[in-house]
């Protein structure tokens, strides 16, 4: 009888704690696990960012090609003493390459500047991304370090309470 009732009282003394151990620890890891969730859309919010940008610079570097050959059809034109058709017909290729890409640049600068207000709503300054990059990198890792220690001191109670349990068994086996 004396041995239920060491039991009773040391699981019901070690009930409380250990339910609220691990229940704050979950808490803990949740919390972080939502704010890394939200850390990392950022992250990839201002990934999205750079490489629009990076299509905007490319497609510049392309609407330059064009306005350069549509210079030189220009200039054969003018050097031409008659009509040639295939010039022509080469000029007004080009530029209707220049009007598509013009227009895809301003689709796409708008797009960026969307996007830049987004972030800028977040929080990221888009005018330092690599800055920010760097600080939501950081702040993942203190988060993740975060999410481990809690995890940690939740093993280590339990380990702690399972061997009182063992060890007031033991003992009252033995008495």
Known sequence: ???????FKLGAALGSNFNGTFTSARKVIQAAEKEIQALNKQQADITAYQRQQTTIDRTNAKLDTYRKQLENVRAEIAQSDSANSELANRELELRQRIQNTEQAIADKNQRLQQMGEAL?????????????????????????????????????????SASAFELAGNALVTA
Do not use: C, I, P, W
């Open 120 to 160: 800028a709503e977040a929080g990221v300054n888009v005018n330092a991304l690599g800055e920010e990059q760097q600080r939501l990198q950081q702040r993942t890792q203190e988060l993740s370090d975060q999410q481990q220690r809690a995890a940690e001191e939740a093993e280590q109670f339990g380990e702690k």
């Open 1 to 7: 009888m004396k041995e239920y009732e060491v039991l």
